[in-house]
Structure formats: structure tokens, C-alpha cells
């Protein structure tokens, strides 16, 4: 349709990197570009930690997982959602800020995820690849005490950038007709359309070009969502100053 369509189109998360790095140049470039997404009142509640520490590095990839990739990809990055800056900018004008609102949460988190996508995106289009790493909030307070992250930050997710030493298929995502609808919430969720996408996916997962398995969609969320996962997560965003109220 258009070049833009084309590469969301062909996103997919890569977890294998040429040795090539990502120099300074380009990655600011890149990050550059991110900002000029969309922020909720212009706040950019926002940091972004490029890790470059081989020790701090691999005790990422360990908490994460382990996920080998989070120490091979020339560029790591964790995105905080981080309310410090406007502190200093309400002391700047000699007023306090008010905290620990879940607002304030929401929109430093929808900030920071906004930045993160267009930054894989931009990359995406400089012919480099990357993957999210949710997986460094297994243990976000060691995360926070590796990198010195204060109160009201948080590591909300990593990313790993490199160019892709593999090139696997696009992973389908559900129909259009299954998450967009007109002036109401469905009545419910369409099991018959879930049931289709079950096959697409899990030809997908039967024929792609490793860690074949015989699985579909419904079958990977059952088993997600029948677990707790991060259960800390809570009494953690509580004690950076989160979501208290
Ligand atoms: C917030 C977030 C966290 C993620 N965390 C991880 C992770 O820790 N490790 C990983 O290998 N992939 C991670 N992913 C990648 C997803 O697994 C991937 O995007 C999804 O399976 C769809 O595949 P695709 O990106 O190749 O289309 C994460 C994605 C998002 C958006």
C-alpha cells in the first residue's frame, strides 16, 4: 500500500545480531525521531538507559530469563517511565507535584511505550531489528539498583537492537474483524473467529523456520493467563512511588 504499511508489516522481534554495531550517530538519530511521538500533555515521562556495561549486561540477561540476547545485541535499552523530570520542573516554578496518582502511572507508562515503538520502528526502517524485553521485570528492583534508577522512574521493558543475523516470517495477528468494531463493545468475543485463528497460527507455528511447535493462539493464552505472573510488581511500583492512590 505504502512503504510505511509495508514495514509494520514486516515487523518481526529479532533475537539474533550480526556482530555490525549501532554507532553513536545512528542510535541518537533513531531516538530522535522516537520522541516525536505523541505525549500525553507534552509530558515525555520518559528515560531511556543505553547499557553498554558488560557486567551490568549480563546480569540483565540473566534476571531476564535468561535470554542470551539481552548480552549479544550491540545495543541495549531499557525504557523508564519516569516522573523525576517534572519534579524538577514544578520546582523550577516553585510549586510541588503531586504523586503516587495511578494517572500519572498510566501516563508515563503509555508515554514511555509510545517512544519504545517508534524506536523499534525507526530502526526497523534503517534495516536494523529488535525485541521488547519484558522479562527484566522479573526482579525491577535489582534492575533499578544495577542502573540507579530512583523513585518515581520505573523500568517498564528493554530492547535489543542490532542488525538481524536471521530473517524469520512475520508472526500473524488476529483479524481486523476480531479487535476493531462500530459504536459498541461486542457482544461477545467470537470463539468461531478465535477457532480460526487458531489454524492460522498454528500453521505458523508448524512451519516457520525454527522452534517448530504444535501450538495455537488460544492454547498460549490459556496457559498464560492460568498463571500469576510478576506477582511483585504491585508492592514494587507502590515502593518506587506508583500507584498509591
Ligand atoms: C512489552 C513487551 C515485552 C516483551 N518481552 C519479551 C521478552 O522478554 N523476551 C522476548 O524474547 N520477547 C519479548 N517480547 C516480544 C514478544 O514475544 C513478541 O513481540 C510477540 O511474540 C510477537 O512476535 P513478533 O514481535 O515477532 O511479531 C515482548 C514484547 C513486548 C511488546
Redesign the pocket.
Known sequence: MNPTIDLLKA???I?KFTDQQVDDETLTAVIAAAQCAATSHFVQAYTVIRVRDMTKRQALATL??P?A?VARAPVFLVFCADLNRLEVACGMQATTMEKGWAEQFVTATVDVALLAQNVLIVAESLGMGG?????IRNDPQTVCNLLEIPDLAYPV?GMCLGWPAHD?P??PRLPVDAVLFTDRYPQRHDPDKLAAYDRTTNHYFMNRDSNLKDEAWTHQMADLMGRVIRPHMKAFLEKKGFFLK
Not at 525485541?131 to 522479562?135: E, F, M, P, S
Open positions: 515487523h518481526r522481534s533475537r531476564a530469563g535470554q540476547w525485541v521488547y524485553i519484558g522479562g521493558f524469520p512475520p508472526k
